[in-house]
T-cell receptor
């Protein structure tokens, strides 16, 4: 079955430190991967996507993600975390044959402490 | 550019009552999605429209849920009758050119509480 997993319910990091939010996937065919962020009482906002090409994808707000085909992972990263980055982060994969149908992970809550 | 608009933002109803949610997608977006987001989980697709046509409603509980997208713009999602387990956030999203990999743009959602 096609799926996406976010193994951490919560990630805690100190402001200024690098952060990583993990995502692994299982799809048939080429993976198309996305990261979204959700702030309280707001809808999901698109951060970045991997379709093809360079394994390191740069997105909004200084975030980037690294696609690793052998490990079927698409981890979200940022070199220096901000308190304002605290939010809920969702990884999503477009399932093959699904015509832009996305399957989302359960989400990871990022808490950045001053 | 205005984003996806949803109303109401919050709704509290008694079980067995009907409820409706409204969505206005980004201008020019021909694809519209309704998602259900339970607490602590990621969104799950309920139904997808390409213009006026519902092209994927396999996850929509058709015994109590219905949706429409008249004229291929605004959409309404209805629940009748509502059950306690329907308490969740209902998200609407839109995208352009569904045949590509364009990202979906989400509205703020409607938080439904069924008492």
């Amino acid at each position: 079955a096609q799926s996406v997993a976010q193994p951490e319910d919560q990630v805690n990091v100190a402001e200024g430190n690098p952060l990583t939010v993990k995502c692994t996937y299982s799809v048939s065919g080429n993976p198309y991967l996305f990261w979204y962020v959700q702030y309280p009482n707001r809808g999901l906002q698109f951060l970045l996507k991997y379709i093809t090409g360079d394994n390191l994808v740069k997105g909004s707000y200084g975030f980037e993600a690294e696609f690793n085909k052998s490990q079927t992972s698409f981890h979200l990263k940022k070199p220096s975390a901000l308190v304002s980055d605290s939010a809920l982060y969702f990884c999503a994969v477009r399932i093959s044959g699904g015509y832009n149908k996305l399957i989302f992970g359960a989400g990871t809550r990022l808490a950045v402490h001053p | 550019e205005a984003g996806v608009v949803q109303s109401p933002r919050y709704k509290i109803i008694e079980k067995k009552q009907p409820v409706a949610f409204w969505c206005n997608p980004i201008s020019g977006h021909n694809t519209l999605y309704w998602y259900l987001q339970n607490l602590g989980q990621g969104p799950e697709l309920l139904i997808r429209y390409e213009n006026e046509e519902a092209v994927d409603d396999s996850q929509l509980p058709k015994d109590r849920f219905s949706a429409e997208r008249l004229k291929g713009v605004d959409s309404t999602l209805k629940i009748q009758p509502a059950e306690l387990g329907d308490s969740a956030v209902y998200l609407c999203a839109s995208s352009s050119l569904a045949g590509t990999y364009n990202e979906q743009f989400f509205g703020p959602g409607t938080r439904l509480t069924v008492l």
